[in-house]
């Protein structure tokens, strides 16, 4: 019997009827081949390409069926970040925008046996947020593309060294002030003005130090910090002298001698490899992974480095300022992330609560036995096992 033209009634209802998707039922995966009728799907399982197809499937099963499960995924895993982003949509809905493609892959040909069970899958995997409801499951997409994360770690990073030196000094300076609390600051700023306008003031000047050049013209330069105002009342002169208290700056300069001499400087940054970090910005994967613990497994930079996190096994390209570091128990071993000993690994001796402080003490190198009290929360961190 002849073929119907290709213009006729018959070869165009042909067309229109193979444009739609048929019948699951009457689907070959193996071919890629829709059969529109019982019929058709029976003659198909006889023909030649059909058996050669069911050969190569009997070889290896496994494989197959891994490889079509890997290809539903990637594709369904695409249609939800490509239409929705990261917004929460229910799953379904993902669903029939993905099967709108005559010749994708079918589930029934894959190792998940329900829809259900696919986005249970994800949810464990971490590509997706997942959550039931009375509606059903919904899903919202993880953006973990090293891309955005690069160009979230470089916005973080220009805006720290917009920043200028100026601006970061008064910020630490007023970080000092608020934690050491500045009670006896205000009193000794206004000394001068209390004092009675009958009193003589005389200024004291020590010697200057040796680092100061004598002779000539030019005379003593003498030390301006080294000057002390006092008063020539008799009642007054031994006792104030004796009993004045030290100003807050001068408290803040003497306990940052103490913590850090001038050979090891605090440093802005203070990222170290095989060290315990949390996370705390709420938008690095829309809080995924908010107050998660993780594992430093290497830096990028100076201000960026990679995180395994510990619940999902994720790594994660995150900025210093994403994260914060982890005070252990007494007992355990931390690392010196600043300051003296920088690097070395101590062993934590105390914890002071109301000071924001530990103190430590370094196991092994050069400063071995070394004690350190005071030591800032953020510069040092539990050392990873």
Request: hydrophobic residues 35%; proline residues 4%.
């Amino acid at each position: 019997m002849p073929k119907h033209d290709f213009f006729s009634p018959k070869a165009i209802s042909n067309r229109i009827k193979a444009k739609g998707l048929t019948k699951l039922r009457w689907y070959c995966e193996m071919c890629q081949k829709a059969c529109r009728d019982e019929n058709g799907f029976k003659c198909h399982q006889t023909s030649d390409s059909h058996l050669r197809q069911m050969r190569i499937f009997a070889e290896n099963p496994n494989a197959v069926m891994h490889n079509y499960s890997t290809e539903f995924e990637a594709n369904y895993v695409e249609t939800l970040s490509r239409r929705h982003g990261t917004k929460r949509v229910h799953a379904n809905v993902v669903y029939q925008e993905y099967i709108a493609d005559k010749h994708h892959v079918h589930m029934n040909a894959t190792k998940w046996e329900t829809l259900t069970n696919f986005v249970k899958y994800l949810g464990k995997s971490g590509q997706a947020l997942v959550d039931e409801t009375e509606k059903g499951w919904f899903v919202a997409w993880i953006d973990r593309d090293p891309a955005a994360l690069a160009r979230q770690a470089a916005l973080a990073k220009k805006r720290k060294h917009d920043m200028d030196d100026e601006e970061r000094q008064r910020l630490e300076i007023k970080r000092r002030v608020k934690a050491g609390g500045g009670g006896d600051a205000a009193p000794e700023a206004g000394d001068m003005s209390e004092r009675s306008a009958g009193d003589v003031v005389r200024v004291d000047v020590q010697a200057a130090p040796s680092g100061f050049v004598r002779g000539g013209a030019s005379g003593a330069r003498p030390n301006a910090r080294a000057a002390a105002f006092r008063s020539d009342s008799p009642e007054e002169a031994a006792p104030a002298a004796a009993a004045k208290k030290p100003s807050m700056l001068d408290e803040l300069m003497q306990g940052q001698s103490s913590k850090t001499p001038p050979d090891e400087p605090k440093l802005d940054h203070w990222l170290h490899a095989d060290i315990v970090v949390k996370c705390v910005n709420r938008k690095v994967a829309d809080g995924a992974y908010y107050k998660k613990k993780g594992t430093v497994l290497r830096l990028v930079d100076d201000f960026v480095a990679v995180v395994r996190m510990n619940d999902s096994g994720d790594e994660l390209q995150l900025d210093q300022d994403d994260l914060e570091t982890v005070i252990p128990a007494v007992g355990k071993r931390v690392k010196i992330l600043n300051g003296v000993g920088r690097g070395l690994v101590a062993t934590l001796v105390a914890i002071d609560v109301d000071d924001f402080s530990v103190a430590v003490e370094v196991e092994s190198g050069p400063r071995r036995g070394l004690a350190r009290r005071g030591v800032d929360y953020e510069d040092v961190s539990r050392l990873a096992s």
